[in-house]
């Protein structure tokens, strides 16, 4: 039995390697790199600039991306199954990215923006009361909050010292704890 899954691990890795553009695994990641590591990065970079020009056309991307994102999580179990789904899904996040076309600006312009103006009323009473319901919900949960805060802390803090083993002998450990107020606690502890 350990030969058949060594067999069928083997033949997914061969085929992989021989025809890695066949592969969705590879296309999807294509997909991400393309439709979301760029873009962090292009935004990123025009933010620190200051360069506007490129802040609304990168901010004009996200919009018209996540409204893409959004209708894709419904429908993108049936997509996939068309073979060259993520072929077409990677050239439409090339071509809304691409200065030439404007892709992005196309499809706000013409599509987002109408629905937005035409919706605009209920969208912000569903914002509204979806902003309310979300404070309601963090209000009645502060002590459970502030205990996660408190065990978040705390792992945050033995990461942050995890250091090699205090030595056995207390005099080196008391040099050592010079300067760093909650570290002279423990060398009194190691003293008894």
């Given at each position: 039995m350990d030969v058949l899954g060594t067999s069928i691990a083997g033949e997914v890795g061969l085929r992989l390697l021989l025809s890695p553009l066949n592969s969705t695994i590879v296309m999807r990641t294509a997909c991400c790199s393309v439709g979301i590591v760029?873009?962090?990065y292009s935004?990123?970079?025009?933010?620190e600039t200051g360069n506007q020009q490129d802040q609304k056309k990168w901010l004009l991307y996200?919009?018209?991306y996540g409204s893409?994102?959004?209708a894709e999580i419904y429908s993108d179990k049936l997509l996939s199954w068309f073979p060259s789904y993520y072929y077409v899904k990677l050239a439409f996040l090339i071509w809304l990215q691409l200065p030439d076309t404007q892709g992005a600006k196309i499809l706000?312009?013409?599509h987002l923006q109408p629905f937005l103006k035409r919706h605009e009323a209920k969208i912000d009473r569903v914002m509204g009361l979806t902003y309310i319901e979300m404070a309601k919900l963090i209000s009645?949960?502060?002590k459970e909050l502030q205990y996660l805060k408190s065990i978040l802390a705390r792992?945050?803090?033995?990461?942050n010292t995890a250091g090699p083993?205090?030595?056995d002998n207390p005099a080196v450990v008391e040099d050592q704890s010079r300067g760093l107020p909650e570290a002279a606690p423990e060398a009194d502890e190691h003293r008894d």
């Open positions: 760029v873009p962090v935004s990123v970079k025009a933010i996200w919009a018209v893409f994102s959004i706000y312009k013409n009645s949960h502060q792992i945050t803090l033995s990461s083993a205090p030595p």
